[in-house]
């Protein structure tokens, strides 16, 4: 059976606590379906903000809100052993009640070179990370020997006080061969910043199968004005576009392709990062350029249209990218006068 249509909110955690429980608490009030965490690395820093670890924050998102969704949108493999993602995950089940947690794994090269680790295997340690944090979650006794991580645990007592629910995984993939795994062993799969719907379609036929797919897609909205909805996409994207120039060049060659999107024309966005942060980033997205980003963003009746052509690709799960002044208003009009209407 096709998974659902659902809209949720990419939420970045690489601004303060108290923030991002305030933007968690409009979307569960708006009627949004998810809240994914998107794991901010130090990278960031250099443009003031600073990283926080999404693991912990959704537990607290879970106790602050009601029906949302949470979902870790992604944690890599490569920060935390399996063993110890299945006991992080078992909080946030707890916090959150059955059904409200999806738990997102991605490779995250931006981690990597922050840590100054580097590997040219991803797909061994994608397969052995999920295999393992479903294992222990189910409960059973479990021994597992994997090409980059084992696991040895006890069956978990029947007497135990813990939830016992095994969440969906999801696999965050822009390669090929990563999309293929995420089809075969996934629940879902989550695309990266920038998908336009030429790349949805690349990504539904690379997975193969009816899986969820969830899109990133830089967003924003003004109640009438569409230029003025249009500017937080803009900001949004122009962070993004730097960001696959200085840290991800080459695993995003194919995602620009599909977007008609140069290294070359994004070249001057990634120097105002540097020079002058994301305002200045901001000011070096054309209008041309942002149209190639495909954003969900400007009135509402732009965005339904937006959403549409997403879903006409293949998109089952659109995560928006919101940024931008009056983000918990930009919130509140998506669930009035966009979520009516593609639903």
């Known amino acids: 059976m096709p998974p659902p249509f659902r809209i949720g909110v990419m939420q ?36 003031g903000m600073e990283s926080r670890s999404s ?4 537990a607290v998102i879970a106790r602050e809100t009601e029906r949302l969704t949470i979902g870790w949108g992604i944690i890599s493999p490569f920060t935390r052993h399996p063993v110890q993602v299945a006991m992080d995950a078992r909080v946030v089940e707890e916090a959150a009640g059955p059904g409200r947690f999806i738990l997102g794994f991605g490779t995250s090269k931006i981690f990597l ?54 969440p969906p995984v999801y696999v965050a993939a822009t390669a090929p061969r990563m999309q293929a795994l995420a089809g075969e062993i996934g629940d879902g799969c989550l695309t990266p910043s920038i998908t336009t719907p ?14 969820d797919i969830g899109c990133t897609i830089v967003a924003s909205i003004h109640e009438s004005d569409r230029d003025a909805g249009r500017e937080g996409a803009r900001e949004i994207a122009g962070m993004y576009l730097a960001n696959k120039v200085q840290n991800i060049q080459g695993a995003a060659d194919t ?9 070359e024309e994004i070249r001057p966005v990634a120097e105002a990062m540097e020079r002058g942060g994301r305002l200045a980033a901001k000011a070096e997205v054309s209008d041309a350029l942002l149209d190639k980003c495909k954003p969900i963003a400007g009135t509402p009746d732009d965005c339904i249209a937006a959403i549409e052509e997403y879903r006409e690709a293949g998109c ?24 009516p209407h593609v639903r």
Do not use: C
Request: glycine letters at 6%; proline letters at 5%.
């Open 113 to 166: 070179n922050n840590a100054v680790m580097q590997t040219n295997k991803t797909l061994g340690p994608m397969r052995d990370a999920v295999e393992i944090v479903r294992g222990v979650l189910r409960g059973e006794p479990f021994e597992y020997q994997g090409s980059a991580w084992s696991a040895s645990v006890p069956a978990l007592a029947p007497e135990a006080d813990t939830p016992r629910e095994v």
């Open 255 to 263: 995602l620009l392709e599909l977007a008609g999107i140069t290294q």
């Open 316 to 339: 089952t799960h659109v995560m928006l990218e919101l940024w931008g002044d009056r983000r918990q208003e930009q919130i509140r009009l998506f669930g009035e006068r966009v979520l």
């Open 55 to 58: 693991t912990v924050a959704s």
């Open 12 to 47: 970045l955690t690489m601004e303060p606590l108290d923030e991002m429980v305030a933007s968690a608490r409009a979307m569960d009030e708006a009627g949004l379906d998810t809240i994914w965490l998107a794991e901010a690395y130090p990278w960031w820093r250099k443009h």
């Open 198 to 211: 030429a790349f949805v379609k690349y990504t539904r036929e690379n997975v193969g199968t009816d899986i």
